[in-house]
C-alpha cells in the first residue's frame, strides 16, 4: 500500500478543519448569544456575554411551551427509532444468514426505498393518513419516519452481519438455541457498533424533521419540537437572545445522544475498515 503524500495529508487535515470550522462557529455563536441580554447582543453581537443570562432558558422554556413539544418529540423520534430498529435488524438477519428464493428481490425491494425522494411522498402520505383517521396523532409521524429509515438501515445492518462468522450460529445450533433465540442473544448484541450508526442517524432526523410534522399536525397538543421552535420564532421575532436560547436547548439531545454512542459508533467504522 502506497503512503500518502506530506502535501496530500496536509491538504486533507486543512479541509477538515475548515469543515469543523464552517460547522463548530455559527452552533458556538447561538450558544454564546443564548447567554446575553437582548441589548448586550444588539451592541456586540460578537462578543462574550460579560454575565450568563441562565434566566434566557428558563423564559425560552416557559414561553415556547417547550415541555409538551419536547415530550412530543420523544415519543414520536424513540417510537419511530424502537420500530425502525427491530423491524430493519430481524430483515437484516434473515437476508444475510439465510438463503431463501426471491431473497435478492427482497433485498432490491428495501434498498429501493433509498431511492425514492422523501418529500415526494407527502401528498399521499397526507390523504392516506386522514383517510385513515390518524392526522394529528403521534403514528401519522411514527409510521412515515418507520418507512423512511427501514431501507438505509436494513442496508447497514445486513453489510455488518453479512461478515459476522457463520461458526456463532453452528455452536449455538448444536445447544438447542432457534433462530429468534440466536439472534437476540448471538447476533443482535455483536451488532451494537453497526446498531450506533442506525441509532444515530435515526435519531437526527426524527428528532430534527419539519416538513411532515408541518403537514401532519396541526393539533398544539400533538406539535414537535421544531413546530414549536418555528411558532416562537415568528412569535418572538424581536428578541433574538431567547430563539437562541430555545434552538440551543433542542440541540442538546443530539449532542448527549451522540456522546454517549460515540465510542460504538467509532468501534463500527473501525470494524467496517478492517473488514474493507
Given at each position: 500500500?502506497?503512503?500518502?503524500?506530506?502535501?496530500?495529508?496536509?491538504?486533507?487535515?486543512?479541509?477538515?478543519?475548515?469543515?469543523?470550522?464552517?460547522?463548530?462557529?455559527?452552533?458556538?455563536?447561538?450558544?454564546?448569544?443564548?447567554?446575553?441580554?437582548?441589548?448586550?447582543?444588539?451592541?456586540?453581537?460578537?462578543?462574550?456575554?460579560?454575565?450568563l443570562q441562565f434566566s434566557n432558558y428558563s423564559r425560552a422554556w416557559e414561553i415556547?411551551?417547550?415541555?409538551?413539544?419536547?415530550?412530543?418529540?420523544?415519543?414520536?423520534?424513540?417510537?419511530?427509532?424502537?420500530?425502525?430498529?427491530?423491524?430493519?435488524?430481524?430483515?437484516?438477519?434473515?437476508?444475510?444468514?439465510?438463503?431463501?428464493?426471491?431473497?435478492?428481490?427482497?433485498?432490491?425491494?428495501?434498498?429501493?426505498?433509498?431511492?425514492?425522494?422523501?418529500?415526494?411522498?407527502?401528498?399521499?402520505?397526507?390523504?392516506?393518513?386522514?383517510?385513515?383517521?390518524?392526522?394529528?396523532t403521534y403514528f401519522s409521524l411514527i409510521l412515515p419516519y418507520t418507512a423512511f429509515?427501514?431501507?438505509?438501515?436494513?442496508?447497514?445492518?445486513?453489510?455488518?452481519?453479512?461478515?459476522?462468522?457463520?461458526?456463532?450460529?453452528?455452536?449455538?445450533?448444536?445447544?438447542?438455541a432457534g433462530v429468534y433465540r440466536i439472534f437476540w442473544s448471538i447476533i443482535f448484541?455483536?451488532?451494537?457498533?453497526?446498531?450506533?450508526?442506525?441509532?444515530?442517524?435515526?435519531?437526527?432526523?426524527?428528532?430534527?424533521?419539519?416538513?411532515?410534522?408541518?403537514?401532519?399536525?396541526?393539533?398544539?397538543?400533538?406539535?414537535?419540537?421544531?413546530?414549536?421552535?418555528?411558532?416562537?420564532?415568528?412569535?418572538?421575532?424581536?428578541?433574538?437572545?431567547?430563539?437562541?436560547?430555545?434552538?440551543?436547548?433542542?440541540?442538546?439531545?443530539?449532542?448527549?445522544?451522540?456522546?454517549?454512542?460515540?465510542?460504538?459508533?467509532?468501534?463500527?467504522?473501525?470494524?467496517?475498515?478492517?473488514?474493507?
Amino acid at each position: 500500500m502506497e503512503r500518502t503524500s506530506p502535501i496530500m495529508r496536509i491538504a486533507a487535515y486543512v479541509f477538515l478543519l475548515l469543515f469543523a470550522a464552517f460547522n463548530i462557529i455559527p452552533l458556538f455563536y447561538m450558544v454564546v448569544g443564548s447567554f446575553k441580554t437582548e441589548s448586550e447582543y444588539a451592541n456586540s453581537p460578537f462578543s462574550l456575554p460579560e454575565v450568563l443570562q441562565f434566566s434566557n432558558y428558563s423564559r425560552a422554556w416557559e414561553i415556547a411551551n417547550m415541555s409538551t413539544y419536547f415530550m412530543n418529540s420523544i415519543i414520536v423520534t424513540f417510537g419511530s427509532l424502537i420500530v425502525t430498529v427491530v423491524l430493519g435488524a430481524l430483515a437484516a438477519f434473515f437476508l444475510s444468514r439465510f438463503k431463501f428464493k426471491l431473497r435478492g428481490f427482497t433485498y432490491a425491494l428495501f434498498l429501493l426505498g433509498m431511492l425514492v425522494p422523501i418529500h415526494a411522498t407527502l401528498i399521499p402520505i397526507f390523504m392516506l393518513m386522514k383517510n385513515i383517521g390518524l392526522l394529528d396523532t403521534y403514528f401519522s409521524l411514527i409510521l412515515p419516519y418507520t418507512a423512511f429509515h427501514l431501507s438505509l438501515t436494513i442496508f447497514i445492518l445486513e453489510g455488518f452481519m453479512r461478515g459476522l462468522p457463520r461458526d456463532l450460529e453452528e455452536s449455538a445450533v448444536m445447544d438447542g438455541a432457534g433462530v429468534y433465540r440466536i439472534f437476540w442473544s448471538i447476533i443482535f448484541p455483536i451488532t451494537r457498533p453497526a446498531l450506533a450508526t442506525v441509532v444515530i442517524l435515526n435519531f437526527i432526523y426524527n428528532w430534527n424533521e419539519y416538513l411532515f410534522a408541518l403537514v401532519l399536525i396541526s393539533k398544539e397538543a400533538v406539535k414537535t419540537l421544531p413546530l414549536g421552535i418555528a411558532s416562537f420564532v415568528g412569535i418572538e421575532t424581536a428578541n433574538l437572545t431567547l430563539q437562541m436560547a430555545a434552538l440551543t436547548i433542542a440541540l442538546i439531545p443530539i449532542l448527549i445522544f451522540y456522546l454517549l454512542l460515540q465510542k460504538q459508533l467509532v468501534n463500527g467504522m473501525t470494524a467496517g475498515a478492517v473488514k474493507g
